[in-house]
């Protein structure tokens, strides 16, 4: 149970940056702290990336609702 979105980078404050589709009741990219616990799923078939995420510009403030 839980959020689902797509992790597109992280934060200055190194939150991750999700693009969900009902986040403040819209479809955005916000911060989501690290503290929430984030469980990642990744294709078997496909290798993990080599490059870091990139750094996308937030105002630090983390998501607490996603209704």
């Known amino acids: ?37 984030p469980q990642y799923r990744w294709p078997a078939l496909t290798p993990l990336p080599k490059t870091k995420l990139p750094l996308l510009a937030s105002n630090g403030a983390v998501s607490t609702n996603e209704a």
């Open 1 to 37: 149970g839980g959020h689902v979105g797509f992790v597109g980078g992280v934060g200055k404050a190194g939150n991750l940056m999700v693009l969900g589709g009902n986040q403040r009741d819209a479809v955005n990219i916000l911060p989501f702290g690290l503290d929430r616990n």
